[in-house]
């Protein structure tokens, strides 16, 4: 709770992954894959609840050691390559006896997310009152010189900016980076887009999104740092 706003995490982790089989669960350094994400979610001063949102039972039993809630499974039709997002975080708030008054997503494949992070975008949405908030990394490709090129070989700008401008004068530029979702939950609904949420927590350290083993590889190599400095 924060001024007295309930917050519940959910954390979404279905079975099936076409590139990396049980991605979610698998062992990372030392513990799996979403354990790096539950650890985090726990440790924040404001999620009242911390839910995992899975259809797999071995997803199920592995956050329930790491401390997650898992107060029921989730259908498998919200489980399937195109199902959405929003009706798994529907599912779970629905089946909660309890109301929240804002949910906060916590995908498990971005696992360099820390607690301040969760803590410091809790801050930011009540304290401003905003109804959505999304979590954001500064990228350095500037999308004014980024083009498309079309089937005769034109290059197509990606956006209608003349792209004379000094680099010194481009303004900054944020990528969605999925490491953190926080919505009102009145304003939770099947038309909702998470990736449209209004304002921003700009993420001050590495992202890195789990798609595939080279991914993973990168991981590693970030934790082992990690790990060495604390040494």
Do not use: W
Not at 4 to 27: M, Q, W
Not at 46 to 66: F, G, P, Q, W
Not at 124 to 133: A, G, M, Q, V
Not at 178 to 185: E, V
């Amino acid at each position: 709770m924060y001024k007295g706003k309930t917050v519940l995490g959910i954390i979404p982790a279905r079975g099936g992954s076409k590139g990396i089989p049980y991605k979610n669960i698998l062992e990372i350094i030392d513990k799996p894959l979403i354990a790096y994400t539950i650890e985090s979610a726990l440790a924040s001063k404001y999620l009242d609840e911390v839910i995992v949102s899975t259809d797999c039972k071995k997803i199920a039993e592995v956050s329930i050691r790491y401390g997650a809630k898992i107060p029921f499974l989730r259908p498998k039709h919200l489980a399937t390559d195109k199902a959405k997002t929003i009706d798994a975080i529907l599912h779970t708030i629905n089946k909660l006896e309890e109301n929240f008054d804002y949910i906060v997503l916590l995908q498990p494949t971005q696992p360099l997310r820390k607690t301040r992070h969760i803590d410091e975008a809790i801050e930011i949405i009540i304290d401003n009152s905003y109804k959505s908030l999304l979590s954001v990394t500064k990228v350095n490709e500037h999308p004014i010189l980024m083009r498309t090129i079309e089937e005769d070989n034109k290059l197509v700008p990606i956006i209608n900016v003349n792209s004379t401008v000094r680099r010194q004068d481009f303004k900054d530029v944020f990528i969605v980076d999925g490491s953190i979702y926080i919505n009102d939950s009145k304003t939770l609904s099947p038309t909702t887009s998470l990736n449209d949420n209004e304002y921003a927590y700009v993420m001050d350290e590495i992202v890195i999104d789990i798609d595939d083993y080279s991914d993973v590889q990168k991981l590693k190599e970030i934790l082992k740092k990690e790990n060495n400095k604390k040494k």
